[in-house]
């Protein structure tokens, strides 16, 4: 069987594990498990979104929506931005990813990644012949540095992704360092992808930047707050000729029919969004207070939806604690398959008030 090189030297992705996986492995029931290792909501979709699904289901032999007009226009309202600076993807956010590296990447192209940061990136690039280049976070801060990005652009260079609040440390970059990278490479044929998949939970947004800058790419999901990570869609802000432009490429029913009607009712559920907003700071931060009680742990200030945490002196690694953990019905991430963090980190993500306590109970007990 003949594989192209750049899929034979593509690690595996390793993604977070499912309480069906954990029940089965551990003998627990799945309604036990406490699962804070994939950064979702834990309340739940909207309400209207579960009734709009169930009212459209015996639809489903018939072909999606392709243009996705109505869709467009409450993403755009959401995000005060006009319509056709809109486009909507299928996969979550990671189609989107796709359809940046289809539509402006060429084999030898380089994109700059600071690391730690998401990984899936490098994932979806890689096939398609682009070479990655790594910046850097300041772990002993938590801050984006700004110079290892700026010195790692050359003349082969085509995208850099900021991630903000970055997965996994939960930093925010403050927009004058994305305006400072924009500025670099305004009069390049650079791409600068701010990926704001946990934007509401930082309170905090670039969407401004899109007016001043063409180079300016900002990626979302309604897989956090918006409570619809089994459902898959993602979307892109941009400009119009750089969307355009991606059109061309997006494959034309890439969101199901039932992805566009739970997204089209969630967007509408102001109150929804707004508890989801709500209830999921409380819990970042009740999880912060707490976790930072623990003197053997070093607990990352986030603006996410999960908190980064250095376990180093409690005397486990990261693939050890998580175990322990899972015993207990407790999933969390072991961050060992991060770029740029050893075996010493782990990822919380936000529970209910409810299931936090019980984490806390257990990870106490454990330490």
């Not at 790692?152 to 925010?172: D, R, V, W, Y």
């Not at 750089?242 to 102001?270: C, E, G, W």
């Amino acid at each position: 069987m003949k594989v192209r090189k750049e899929v034979k030297e593509l690690d595996p992705y390793v993604p977070g594990r499912s309480q069906d996986e954990i029940a089965e492995e551990f003998g627990l029931k799945k309604e036990d498990i406490i699962k804070l290792g994939s950064n979702e909501n834990p309340w739940g979709p909207s309400k209207k979104a579960i009734a709009a699904i169930s009212k459209e289901l015996d639809t489903i032999n018939r072909y999606p929506e392709s243009n996705l007009s109505d869709l467009k226009e409450e993403i755009a309202s959401y995000s005060s931005v006009n319509v056709d600076e809109v486009i909507i993807g299928g996969d979550g956010a990671d189609e989107i990813i796709d359809i940046l590296a289809k539509t402006f990447i060429e084999a030898g192209d380089e994109f700059i990644v600071p690391l730690p940061s998401y990984m899936y990136y490098e994932y979806l690039f890689k096939p398609y012949g682009a070479i990655p280049v790594y910046g850097r976070w300041n772990l002993e801060d938590n801050t984006l540095d700004l110079d290892s990005v700026l010195n790692a652009i050359t003349e082969k260079t085509k995208m850099i992704f900021l991630c903000s609040p970055n997965n996994p440390t939960g930093a925010l970059i403050p927009q004058e360092e994305i305006i400072e990278v924009l500025e670099e490479t305004k009069n390049s044929d650079i791409i600068v992808v701010v990926d704001e998949a946990y934007f509401e939970y930082s309170l905090k947004n670039n969407v401004n930047l899109i007016n001043n800058y063409s180079n300016v790419f900002i990626m979302r999901t309604m897989s956090k707050v918006m409570g619809l990570a089994g459902m898959r869609i993602g979307y892109g802000l941009a400009n119009r000729e750089m969307i355009q432009y991606m059109h061309r490429i997006k494959p034309v029913f890439s969101l199901t029919k039932l992805s566009y009607f739970a997204a089209l009712n969630t967007l509408k559920d102001k109150t929804y969004i707004e508890e989801s907003i709500k209830k999921g700071i409380e819990s970042r931060e009740f999880l912060f207070t707490e976790l930072s009680k623990i003197a053997s742990l070093n607990v990352f200030k986030s603006y996410s939806n999960y908190i980064l945490v250095g376990i180093k002196e409690t005397g486990f690694t990261a693939n050890k604690l998580a175990k322990e953990l899972l015993k207990k019905g407790v999933i969390v991430r072991d961050c060992t398959s991060f770029k740029g963090l050893d075996e010493y980190w782990i990822r919380i993500s936000i529970g209910t008030i409810e299931e936090d306590k019980r984490f806390l109970a257990i990870i106490n007990d454990i330490l």
